[in-house]
């Protein structure tokens, strides 16, 4: 017997398609008076932007607890699609895509960390073959992990205010480099 040629694949994965729910970029209820956003661009290693990634967040809440509250994955009793979030619950997570121009934004609460406040971020994208961590950190100062760094890398992890951002006056820029010069420093987990 002849074994039959292997099928062809679709190029993947797409992302963008149905892991995104309904406002996964809105951790923190609008008008809520302590919201700020996070927001920047995801980068390749030769600068492009990269329109089709997705961001995972995690975060502690304002005062500082990691339960959270479910909410994000609420579904539609009719129809079983996905509903998102319920408005006034915050969860700790955010799911948000990059545009076509490789930009995300996020709308959440200042993190309650012990030490430096920071927001853990998921990155996964076409052509990584592993999903890669790493941290926003809303401000500088003394902590472990940048500590560690030479003060270029360590540059890679901190959030800037951005007062010229349309997004809020309460923003924070914080752009990743998936590789090259600039890289973000991503976290390895063993």
Known sequence: MTPLPTPS??????????????????????????????HGHVYDGEGAPV??????????????????????????????????????????????????DGHYALATLP?????????????????????????AYLRDGADALLDALPPERRATLIARPDETAATAPRAHRFDIRLQGEGETVFLEFA
């Open 9 to 38: 694949h679709t190029v993947g994965p797409f992302y963008g398609y149905a892991l995104p729910f309904p406002d996964g970029e809105r951790m923190a209820p609008d008008g809520h008076p302590d919201r700020i956003v996070l």
């Open 111 to 135: 993190p309650g960390n012990a030490g430096l406040p920071y927001i853990s971020v998921c990155v996964f994208a076409r052509g990584l073959l592993h999903h890669l961590f790493t941290r």
């Open 51 to 100: 329109p089709d990634a997705l961001l995972d967040f995690w975060q502690a809440a304002p005062d500082g607890s990691l339960t959270g509250a479910p909410g994000s994955m609420r579904r539609d009793p009719v129809t079983g699609g996905h509903l998102g979030r319920n408005g006034t619950d915050f969860t700790g997570f955010g799911r948000v895509a990059t545009d076509a």
